[in-house]
């Protein structure tokens, strides 16, 4: 993909406000407006730039000419972020992804489609950060470490080297992670927590060491299942 491509930010909320500060003082791209699904849309203009029905948006931002980002937060164990970005990737659009020129990036790590890397994170080698993560600032992500898709890392998180970041979890601030570990999908990790062992999918772990509350993080969440 070039560099200096315009997009279209799905959203209108805190995020995608950040979503556009960021990528319009720290980015080659430009913001060229915004869109909501017509059931949340309550206003037409955002920082001057129209804010456009979601189920109008290639009619506005052709694909061919537009790229998108979905700026949505950790809402639903971050199933709406999911789920839009994947009806915008039906729609045809590619995703960019930001990192801040105050993040620290070995030259060898990856990073997916639609993500999100604030100031003053520190991805070191052999990191694999996935699509659709959002990683808030003042994180630190240990050698050969993997985040899958879908997460949402808060800020001040140590995450040792070699562990596995489950797909779609949450990691509250400053939680601590011990080397090697496989954090299991869709976990909920509390704030200050310490993880030394391995966890269970769909689980919430507060304290240290980090232990499983009885609600699983489905509930914790409010998360809709189908």
């Known amino acids: 993909m070039s560099e200096g491509e315009k997009l279209v930010v799905v959203g209108d909320g805190e995020q995608a406000e950040l979503a556009y500060e960021y990528f319009t003082h720290d980015s080659p791209h430009e913001v060229a407006g915004f869109t909501v699904e017509a059931e949340f849309l309550d206003r037409k203009e955002l920082f001057g730039l129209p804010v456009?029905?979601?189920e109008e948006i290639t009619e506005r931002y052709d694909p061919s000419e537009f790229?998108?980002?979905?700026?949505?937060s950790s809402t639903q164990l971050n199933r709406i972020r999911m789920r839009l970005y994947a009806e915008v990737k039906?729609?045809?659009?590619?995703?960019?992804?930001?990192?801040?020129?105050?993040?620290f990036k070995w030259h060898d790590v990856e990073i997916g489609e639609n993500s999100f890397v604030f100031e003053n994170n520190v991805l070191q080698y052999g990191v694999s950060v996935g699509d659709n993560v959002i990683l808030w600032s003042g994180n630190h992500v240990g050698h050969q470490t993997k985040i899958e898709d879908h997460c949402?890392?808060?800020s001040h998180v140590v995450?040792?080297?070699?562990?596995?970041?489950?797909?779609?979890s949450f990691l509250g601030v400053n939680s601590t992670f011990a080397d090697k570990l496989n954090v299991g999908h869709d976990c909920v990790v509390g704030a200050?927590?310490?993880?030394?062992?391995?966890?269970?999918?769909?689980?919430?772990?507060?304290?240290?060491?980090?232990?499983?509350?009885?609600?699983?993080?489905?509930?914790?969440?409010g998360v809709q299942e189908a």
């Open 67 to 72: 790229r998108a980002f979905v700026a949505i």
């Open 159 to 168: 995450i040792s080297g070699f562990c596995t970041i489950g797909r779609g």
């Open 192 to 221: 200050g927590a310490v993880v030394v062992k391995d966890t269970e999918p769909r689980k919430v772990y507060v304290g240290n060491p980090a232990k499983p509350l009885d609600r699983d993080s489905f509930e914790t969440f």
């Open 152 to 154: 949402f890392v808060t």
């Open 52 to 54: 456009t029905p979601f």
């Open 90 to 103: 039906q729609l045809g659009y590619d995703c960019v992804s930001y990192v801040s020129s105050n993040a």
